[in-house]
């Protein structure tokens, strides 16, 4: 394994002394208390992971096509795609993006030969598909449909992330675009959790009759993943004190602004898992091996947590890469993580940002 000097003498000797960078991790006092601290059952391998791309540019998010990967650039709005062997293509730009803080264009997701993108314009977030046309190695984007749109924007707290659960359903985040008490109004789409169809209209048995509203309470949720019993997880972004995992329920309320993090109130759902932001900022996830991997950001770990002990976690690659923004499953079963240097936060070196394979443990 290669050790990015950049990281610093820190990160290697986490590295080196625990091959799979894989540390304990004692909870904080007031956090969720583990009942079992991370040991060495973490599912990820030792020396098993793979730099597969180079040189991109704050890449936001990776969804498969046909076995390749599609990746968004945030402030160049590129699509470009990924093969196995690490070739990179451009599919497309798309149009009317405006980058711009946290801003631009963000998650992406594909189903039945469509490319869905959640992106800011110059004055709101929307979400457009776009017809696949071609094959992996030549791919291109018909015209766009915009499925939803009038979604708050603003520098920071965009949500994002997009993803198709086993319903077959969209489900959407969005951040409270700085407007912290937009997230406990039910009118308002910022600070949600939203379920669309894949064209754009309001499922039936959605909580709220008419609307697309999912869960309520949320600041900045840019995780969302599905368990094989269909429970969804998703991750979010603290204010100042905790980041959290959240089990969510249809129709459910998660708190913020009136809490941050486990407040044992009857009228909000606690978080499964709490974290302070400077060793979390959770962005994508993904859930394999019966566990949630989580990509953090300012915490420049990946995380994860068992999903037959929500209460504990073990972390892997401290320091190694970065920030890592999107984590998924690939067709072959292997994690591809994302990391984020470029994104005008982090302190980017040679050959950020780029797109690291993780193979996981089968025998586990």
Known sequence: ??????????????????????????????????????D??????????????????????????EGVALISERDSARIVEVSDDGDVGEVAVIDGVAPGGEGGLLGIAVRDGYLYAYSTVA??????RFRLAGSP??????????????????????GGRIAFGPDG?????????????????????????LRITPEGAVPGD???????????GHRNPQGLAWDETGTLYASEFGQDTWDELNVIEPGGNYGWPVVEGVADRAEFIDPVQQWAPDAASPSGIAIAEEAVFIANLRGERLREVPLNDLSSFAEHFIEAYGRL???????????????????????????????????????R
């Open 325 to 363: 923004r999107d984590v998924v499953v690939a067709p072959d079963g292997a994690l591809w993580m994302l990391t984020n240097n470029t994104d005008g936060r982090g302190e980017p070196g040679d050959g950020d940002d780029r797109v690291v394979r993780v193979s996981l443990d089968e025998g």
């Open 137 to 158: 190695g030549s791919l291109g984007l018909g015209a766009p449909e915009t499925i939803l749109d009038g979604l708050a924007a603003a520098s920071n707290h965009n």
């Open 206 to 216: 959605n909580p709220i009759d008419g609307s697309p509203v999912y869960s309520l």
């Open 40 to 65: 060495a059952s973490g599912s990820v391998s030792a020396g098993t992971e793979t730099t597969l791309v180079e040189n991109l540019a704050a890449p936001w998010s990776i969804a498969f096509h």
């Open 169 to 193: 359903m969209l489900y959407v985040t969005v951040g409270d675009a700085g407007d912290r008490e937009s997230a406990q109004d039910p009118a308002s789409l910022s600070g949600k959790i």
């Open 1 to 38: 394994m290669v050790i990015r000097s950049r990281r610093g003498l820190v990160a290697w000797i986490v590295l080196s002394a625990a091959s799979i960078a894989l540390v304990a991790c004692a909870p904080t006092a007031s956090a969720p208390s583990p009942s079992r601290l991370p």
């Open 123 to 128: 004055e709101e977030n929307r979400v457009q």
